[in-house]
């Protein structure tokens, strides 16, 4: 029996609504001052009543679209049952028969598909702290995560190595930033990456056995993490042992990894649907609405912008997938030839917070005024082509009125030749 690595993903992405998944506390909870940002919902008092949050349910559905998942029609919310301090109702609020979106996909650069199991919408756990006080451990709970909308992916088990999994990984972040909702920071925690991993037959044939890692906080840890575990589970095959099913965490210093509990199967959570949440029914148009909000994604934006404007593709994709510096290209590229644009904020790292340099706006030339100027002097475009080449002066005096005489002479009789040539070939 030749066994292979097998690996899925699951990650955690807290949105970033203005309120909690199933209450009005704010969402924002980084850096504020310990359980100051809390309610009797999020604190699961006796009682409250949960309000599913529509905004949240909207991006959860807007990533199970841009990952080509199926979007389930009616969903509902489960109660996941487990008992642990950061979980004050002694169960979460999840999905778990009906999630919102399922069977979707992501290609790797290779042409490589990995398959998404699922998208669901849940609300995070609150957040421990261990600490010494006066010489004695303790932990210390923090509630105000506690009830923040979380998006949950899962992969199926189609990944083979660590490398892939952080390409993955990679492309799923920029794709969750370019579509507003999420800043995917995992130094703040706002992403959060579990593999699992073994070694299988096949990605449908799995072993008896499946560990995961908990709560890694960098791609590149995700990355050795899991080729650790690869290394650590095939050394044991090879004893003929089975690795035992557990959940271990990262230890980023010694690049191992170590057990920390015997892993839950899904029968004792003991899930059951939440009676204070009815189901959630869309109709097929109300989907199609969210699917018109989906921006273009990272890859095709790259793709169009080296065909546009000649980018490099690392120079493409490096804008594409940063939505402050895409919003800088995009205000100024009509006013700064886009290559040098696309060089100031790439390699010279310019302040976005400025204007770019004045050398380099004004020597660019809009080529929409040159469009304009052609389309609105066709006699003087006609002369040019029965040979009156003088003609080309009195276009250059158009754009220079048009443009207010900021732009360079020089160039702008250069790019009006271009675009005369461009059009002599049409035609
Ligand atoms: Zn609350």
Not at 389 to 416: A, H, W
Request: glycine letters at 6%; hydrophobic letters at 35%.
């Amino acid at each position: 029996m030749k066994l292979q690595p097998v690996i899925g993903l699951e990650i955690h992405v807290e949105l970033k609504t203005k309120t909690g998944m199933f209450c009005g506390c704010s969402a924002d909870h980084f850096g504020k001052a310990p359980n100051t940002n809390t309610c009797p919902v999020c604190l699961g008092l006796p009682g409250a009543l949960p309000v599913p949050n529509h905004q949240a349910i909207d991006w959860a559905i807007m990533i199970g679209l841009a990952l080509d998942c199926r979007v389930n029609l009616e969903s509902s919310f489960d109660r996941k049952h487990y008992f642990y301090p950061d979980l004050p109702k002694g169960y979460q609020i999840s999905q778990y028969d009906d999630p919102f979106c399922q069977a979707g996909k992501l290609s790797l650069a290779s042409g490589k598909i990995i398959r998404i199991n699922r998208v669901h919408l849940e609300e995070d756990t609150a957040k421990m702290q261990h600490q010494v006080i006066d010489g004695q451990k303790m932990t210390l709970v923090d509630f105000n995560r506690s009830g923040v909308p979380l998006v949950e992916i899962v992969t199926e088990p189609d990944i083979a190595s660590g490398e892939e999994a952080k390409e993955f990984l990679k492309k799923l972040r920029d794709i969750i930033r370019s579509l507003g909702v999420s800043d995917c920071d995992m130094e703040k925690g706002s992403m959060r990456l579990e593999p699992n991993i073994s070694w299988s037959e096949s990605p449908e044939k799995l072993n008896n056995y499946k560990v995961e890692i908990k709560n890694l906080n960098s791609f590149r840890f995700a990355q050795q993490g899991i080729d650790f575990e690869l290394k650590r589970q095939k050394e044991l095959l090879d004893q003929g042992k089975t690795p035992v099913q557990e959940t271990r965490g990262y230890n980023p210093q010694k690049r191992a990894t170590f057990s920390q509990r015997v892993k839950e199967t899904s029968a004792d959570y003991r899930y059951f649907p939440d009676p204070d949440i009815p189901p959630i029914v869309l109709t097929r148009e109300y989907v199609e609405n969210l699917r018109t909000k989906l921006p273009q994604l990272p890859e095709a934006l790259a793709n169009e912008m080296v065909n546009k404007f000649h980018l490099s593709l690392s120079t493409a994709q490096l804008l594409s997938k940063d939505q402050l510096k895409l919003a800088y290209f995009n205000q100024y590229k009509n006013q700064v030839e886009p290559l040098e644009l696309a060089n100031l904020i790439v390699n010279k790292k310019i302040d976005l917070d400025q204007p770019p340099p004045t050398k380099a706006a004004s020597r660019a030339v809009d080529l929409n005024i040159i469009d304009q100027v052609l389309k609105e002097n066709a006699d003087a475009v006609a002369k040019y082509r029965t040979g009156k080449t003088s003609v080309i002066g009195f276009l250059v005096g158009q754009v220079m009125r048009l443009t207010g005489g900021k732009v360079d002479p020089k160039q702008v009789q250069d790019k009006l030749l271009k675009a005369l040539q461009v059009r002599n070939l049409q035609g």
